[in-house]
Antibody, heavy 124, light 107 residues
Framework: EVQLVESGGALVQPGGSLRLSCVAS????????MHWVRQGPGKGLEWISR????????DFAGSVKGRFTVSRDNARNTVSLQMNSLRAEDTAVYYC?????????????????WGHGTQVTVSS | DIQMTQFPATLSASVGDRVTITCRAS??????LAWYQQRPGKAPHLLIY???SLQSGVPSRFSGSGSGTDFTLTISSLQPDDLGTYFC?????????FGQGTKLEIK
């Protein structure tokens, strides 16, 4: 089955850190750019990060730049989001998503496959 | 950064109605626009990409149009399963902003 499964969400105090993981199955993970998108409570969607197939290139939204990093392990079909210096406004459901281009060379930068999401709550 | 604005914010319609949702970009995104549906409590899923291309498996009652700054998503004959929130997203330039969403209710 083609799917993405996120894990690692938790309740964390302001200033704390958390690492989210997303495991892919059913497709050639190493060929695809991957994205992270979040959704705050009762809010819309916010694109926050992308990483290229070999993990050498990544980008972040301004709201998380300098605090979040992204990495991937193609041998384990896993992409991870390391979140540091967490703030209350980082509270959200975090989704990983697949870029539709399967060549890895012509990324589209929208998401054609979404995970179910993992909840991150930042509160004291 | 490009800002995306959707309207209306909320829409109530009856089964069988033709429904149109609008998305406007603060500057041209050419045709680099996607539409997603999010059912209550679920992850989003892709409906339309490149402004008017229907994603595989999506019912043909969904269609998209527009280019530049103005886009529409149309449901030709509303079905009960279409309940949810609809989001547009530009992928012309980083950061890849979403609209704030249009909540579709079934009368």
């Amino acid at each position: 089955e083609v799917q993405l499964v996120e894990s690692g969400g938790a309740l964390v105090q302001p200033g704390g850190s958390l690492r989210l993981s997303c495991v892919a199955s059913g497709f050639t993970f190493s060929n695809h750019w991957m994205h992270w998108v979040r959704q705050g409570p009762g809010k819309g969607l916010e694109w926050i990060s992308r990483i290229n197939p070999d993990g050498a290139t990544s980008d972040f939204a301004g709201s998380v730049k300098g605090r979040f990093t992204v990495s991937r392990d193609n041998a384990r079909n896993t992409v991870s989001l390391q979140m540091n210096s967490l703030r209350a406004e980082d509270t959200a459901v975090y989704y990983c998503g697949r870029d539709p281009d399967s060549s890895g060379h012509y990324p589209q930068f929208y998401v054609d496959l979404w995970g179910h999401g993992t909840q991150v709550t930042v509160s004291s | 950064d490009i800002q995306m604005t959707q309207f209306p914010a909320t829409l109530s319609a009856s089964v069988g109605d033709r429904v149109t949702i609008t998305c406007r970009a603060s500057q041209s995104v050419s045709s680099w626009l996607a539409w997603y549906q999010q059912r209550p409590g679920k992850a989003p899923h892709l409906l339309i990409y490149k402004a008017s291309s229907l994603q595989s498996g999506v019912p043909s009652r969904f269609s998209g149009s527009g280019s530049g700054t103005d886009f529409t998503l149309t449901i030709s004959s509303l079905q009960p399963d279409d309940l949810g929130t609809y989001f547009c997203q530009q992928y012309h330039s980083h950061p890849f902003a979403f609209g704030q969403g249009t909540k579709l209710e079934i009368k």
